[in-house]
């Protein structure tokens, strides 16, 4: 499986796309942080972040006791840059042109 293909299952998911959500808005959170946030058992919870971690989007670093997880957004950009960047690009440039042209009609 390629860094690619595990980004995409990791996103697939709604509850894994939530738990990034959640990191964005505040990084370093334990697990019994984000198990809060879900109506779903511990177990549960860390088999989705095992998921965000082989993707690389999440990183679990260890403070003391807890064990704190980090979003980490370089392979969303990566996703970003190589599928979704490129497709955007020929839009934006057509609505740029169009914008131009009705500008020049007035």
Same mark, same amino acid.
């Given at each position: 499986?390629?860094?690619?293909?595990?980004?995409?299952?990791? !996103? %697939?998911?709604?509850? &894994?796309?939530? @738990? !990034?959500?959640? @990191?964005? %808005?505040?990084?370093?959170?334990?697990?019994?942080? #984000?198990? *809060?946030? @879900?109506?779903?058992?511990?177990?549960?919870?860390?088999?989705? #972040?095992?998921?965000?971690?082989?993707?690389? !989007?999440?990183? %679990? &670093?260890? *403070?003391?006791?807890?064990?704190?997880?980090?979003?980490?957004?370089?392979?969303?950009?990566?996703?970003?840059?190589?599928?979704?960047?490129?497709?955007?690009?020929?839009?934006?440039?057509? @609505?740029?042109?169009?914008?131009?042209? !009705?500008?020049?009609?007035?």
């Amino acid at each position: 499986m390629t860094d690619d293909d595990r980004v995409f299952k990791a !996103l %697939a998911d709604p509850t &894994r796309r939530f @738990l !990034l959500d959640l @990191l964005f %808005a505040r990084d370093g959170r334990t697990l019994t942080e #984000l198990e *809060s946030e @879900l109506e779903m058992t511990r177990f549960g919870v860390a088999k989705h #972040l095992k998921v965000l971690e082989e993707a690389d !989007l999440v990183v %679990a &670093r260890r *403070s003391g006791r807890e064990k704190l997880h980090f979003l980490n957004p370089v392979p969303i950009r990566l996703i970003h840059d190589r599928w979704i960047d490129k497709y955007t690009e020929r839009h934006v440039a057509a @609505l740029v042109d169009l914008k131009n042209a !009705l500008e020049d009609e007035t």
